[in-house]
Nanobody
Framework: QVQLVESGGVLVQPGGSLRLSCAAS????????MRWYRQTPGKERELVAM????????TYADSVKGRFTISRDNAKSTVYLQMNSLKPEDTAVYYC????????????WGQGTQVTVSS
């Protein structure tokens, strides 16, 4: 079955850096658009970053543009989120999502990893 396993979430001080990883299995990773979302209690899940299947194009939320970088290694079936200049408002549970449009489309989620930015 399809599994997405996030890792790398920890407590970090404001201004610090962190890299999240999401390892995928059970799917043809190179055919999926990969996305990172985040969610805080009482709020809707927010799209943070997206990367196309070949890694040729990326998109970011305005709130993280210039600070976060999404990348992928199709040989390792892994997507990364490099987070720099972290702010307390980046505190959230971060989820990775694998998405393949089509009929039928496919969408899979990981279990999430907690990132806390605090002094």
């Amino acid at each position: 079955q399809v599994q997405l396993v996030e890792s790398g979430g920890v407590l970090v001080q404001p201004g610090g850096s962190l890299r999240l990883s999401c390892a995928a299995s059970g799917l043809t990773f190179s055919t999926y658009i990969m996305r990172w979302y985040r969610q805080t209690p009482g709020k809707e899940r927010e799209l943070v970053a997206m990367i196309t299947s070949a890694g040729s194009s990326t998109t970011y939320a305005d709130s993280v543009k210039g600070r976060f970088t999404i990348s992928r290694d199709n040989a390792k079936s892994t997507v990364y989120l490099q987070m720099n200049s972290l702010k307390p408002e980046d505190t959230a549970v971060y989820y990775c999502n694998a998405y393949r449009p089509g009929i039928p489309g496919r969408s899979y989620w990981g279990q999430g990893t907690q990132v806390t930015v605090s002094s």
